[in-house]
């Protein structure tokens, strides 16, 4: 049975944390808020409820899963060795949106891991999962709470649409601040690699340890092209929405004359057509279904709504969906990354000679 903990904000310490401490030590699963997405959350030191998350999620059993602690103690629990820069990374952004990748101790079992020597670690900035990791005295791992493949969830409402009667609790902590998951970060090569972009930019990584690379699969059809992303989970099929996202990146007034071209057309013959626009470009659309994603002067406000536009899309039974690119610079280029894989990579590149034509 379901239990859905309405949580209001302030008072939410006077709940029963007890009963999802429970949930979690006696080997069950609990969703709960984190500040990038919603968390599917079970021990990360029992094999099996690793195992009980990858079947509640249909997702592969080699894609591994970030391990959620609340101090600095847990960490060194879980790993082999801190490096400086790590410790340096834990100070600037821990509690918050960023995971690191280090070599695992042996506490850590391999289905938690996928398999790998190394592991996964975040300390969340949500107070309701840092109180949610304290009350239950173990160590959380948690994917988003979504089906697999689907978009990941930012509302507790998004959890019960894939997950509802499949785990024992939902704790519902309103919509998540940031909407896309953390950044990752890879410690155990020599110069750290940023695995998925997140919150925590390039830049801002490289304002407190320096030298950084980037995995080249970020903004690229990684795999088609014969490169493998180093985060598991980053080859798959990701993100996506049932409809066929099509990205169009050109002149503003190029884009939306193309997408309203073959809004228009596809309308014509009867298809469900949705466009993701911004505040900016809302009214000069022209179909039937136009959502606004949020401004172009706030990425914050992008990353906040992007899953839920997809999946709201999803629910209208939309079969092609139309949207704009954004730039990939700074917290843009985690925007985009999460875009293009929903897309499948998929964009049209528009300029004005087409249009006069
Ligand atoms: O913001 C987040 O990180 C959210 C919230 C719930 O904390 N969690 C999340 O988990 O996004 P998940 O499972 O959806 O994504 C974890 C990603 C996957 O791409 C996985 O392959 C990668 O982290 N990963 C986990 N352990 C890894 C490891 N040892 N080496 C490389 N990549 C790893
Ligand atoms: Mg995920």
């Known amino acids: 049975m379901i239990t859905k903990y309405q949580v209001i904000k302030e008072e939410f310490k006077t709940l029963e944390f007890p009963e999802a401490a429970r949930i979690l030590q006696t080997g069950g699963l609990v969703a709960f808020p984190t500040e990038t997405v919603y968390g599917l959350g079970g ?32 960490l060194r629990e879980l790993v082999k060795i801190v490096p400086p820069k790590a410790e340096k990374l834990a100070e600037a952004f821990w509690p918050g949106p960023l995971t690191m990748i280090f070599e695992k101790s042996d506490k850590v079992p391999y289905s938690t891991t996928g398999g ?6 975040r300390m969340p900035s949500n107070p309701i999962a840092l109180e949610l990791i304290r009350e239950s005295g173990i160590f959380i ?18 959890v019960r649409e894939d997950l509802d009667g499949k785990i024992e609790m939902i704790i519902d902590g309103g919509a998540v601040g940031i909407g896309i998951e953390s950044t990752i970060v890879d410690l155990t090569a020599e110069v750290p690699v940023i695995l998925r972009p997140g919150y925590v930019t390039v830049e801002m990584i490289k304002g407190v340890i320096g030298e950084i690379e980037v995995d080249k699969g970020i903004l690229q059809q990684g795999v088609l092209e014969g490169i ?38 596809l309308e014509t013959k009867g298809k469900r057509v949705g466009v993701i626009a911004t505040e900016e470009s809302m009214n000069r659309y022209i179909g039937k279904n136009i959502k606004c994603i949020g401004s172009r002067l706030d990425e914050d406000s992008v990353a906040r ?11 209208e039974k939309v079969e092609y969906i139309f949207g704009e690119c954004f730039s990939s610079e700074h917290f843009g280029q985690a925007i985009m990354n999460r875009l293009l894989k929903a897309a499948g990579y998929h964009v049209i590149q528009v300029s004005s000679r087409e249009r006069c034509e």
């Open 43 to 74: 021990n990360a030191l029992d094999a099996r409820s690793a195992q009980k998350i990858y079947a509640t999620k249909g997702r592969p059993s080699d894609n591994p899963l970030i391990i959620h602690i609340a101090d600095m103690e847990s």
């Open 305 to 315: 709504h992007l899953y839920a536009v997809l999946r709201d899309f999803d629910q």
């Open 228 to 265: 493998r992303p180093k985060a598991p989970g980053m080859k798959y099929k990701h993100y996506a929405p049932e409809g066929e996202l099509t990205l169009f990146e050109g002149e503003e007034e190029d884009v939306i004359f193309e997408i309203n071209q073959r809004t228009k057309e």
């Open 116 to 121: 790998l020597e190394t592991v996964a670690v």
């Open 141 to 158: 791992a948690a994917p988003s709470a979504n089906t697999s493949g689907r978009p990941s969830p930012t509302t507790a409402e998004h």
